[in-house]
């Protein structure tokens, strides 16, 4: 007959192996091994978080180092770029207010000329002769050969300044007028060939745009058709000084005044004739006072 196991030997087993079990706990606790695994872990886990700790701290104080020497040194790169644009860069100066500049008042003849004639450029007037008129300038010189100030046609050319001269920047003005006994012409001009009128007519008026009115008469005398008084263009002032000493120093009459380099001049000339000079110029020599 075989042995069985009964329904109660059954649970006895199970009894017993919840017992073994019991007592294998008991005993790793009793033991204190189960204690020293999980403090042995714990400590696992807090040394890899202190090691990620100070990776993070060491990142993160890199990145600040980093941050900072990139700061310094754009801080440098802007201080050094000031630096070089202040030595290429004037320094702003202070502003100073200039006068209003106080416009050109003109004679009522001369504003008078410039509303009637549009090439308008001068008013010359000398004392004691019927010499009292406007000035004009052409495109060129042959512009006013046979016209009026007007433009119209006339047989005897308005009195007019050569084309080539600049009142705002040619030291020496040339002035031509036809030899005729007429109102606005030069046909008195010869008054400066008489001592007498040349002592007591010292200066005469010769309005321009730029104010300029007081000019000192300085030489009168007669040249040659061949005689060069046109120049306007001198290469140095030793040049241009030579030039107008020689007015001087051809003038009928002496005039004690000294001429500079700064010294602008104005030549009135017209066509000549008498027994000693059958053709030739006679020239009327200023320099400008104001």
Request: charged share 30%; glycine share 4%.
């Amino acid at each position: 007959m075989k042995n069985r196991n009964s329904i109660f030997d059954s649970d006895n087993e199970k009894r017993r192996s919840k017992d073994s079990l019991k007592s294998v706990r008991d005993l790793g606790k009793n033991s204190g091994y189960l204690h020293d695994w999980k403090q042995h872990d714990t400590k696992r886990r807090n040394e890899k978080l202190k090691k990620l700790a100070l990776f993070g701290g060491a990142v993160a104080l890199t990145v600040i180092i980093t941050v900072f020497v990139n700061v310094q040194n754009l801080n440098d790169i802007r201080k050094q770029r000031e630096e070089f644009l202040a030595q290429i860069t004037p320094a702003p100066t202070q502003v100073v207010e200039r006068a209003t500049p106080v416009p050109v008042e003109f004679s009522d003849e001369f504003a008078r000329s410039l509303q009637l004639y549009e090439d308008t450029v001068a008013y010359l007037k000398i004392e004691d002769t019927n010499i009292d008129y406007p000035i004009v300038q052409g495109e060129d010189n042959y512009f006013f050969e046979n016209r009026n100030y007007d433009r119209s046609y006339s047989e005897i050319a308005a009195t007019y300044m050569l084309s080539e001269c600049d009142i705002d920047t040619t030291r020496h003005i040339i002035i031509y007028g036809e030899n005729e006994d007429i109102d606005n012409r030069f046909g008195e001009l010869d008054s400066f060939l008489d001592y007498d009128f040349f002592a007591t007519h010292e200066y005469i008026t010769l309005e321009l745009l730029d104010g300029a009115q007081t000019w000192q008469v300085f030489s009168a005398h007669l040249a040659s058709k061949t005689f060069n008084y046109k120049d306007i263009y001198f290469e140095s002032n030793t040049e241009y000084m030579a030039y107008i000493k020689m007015f001087k120093t051809m003038s009928r009459f002496e005039r004690d005044i000294q001429l500079t380099e700064n010294d602008q001049i104005v030549t009135l000339v017209t066509d000549y004739h008498d027994l000693d000079l059958q053709e030739g110029y006679l020239l009327i020599h200023a320099r400008r006072v104001n």
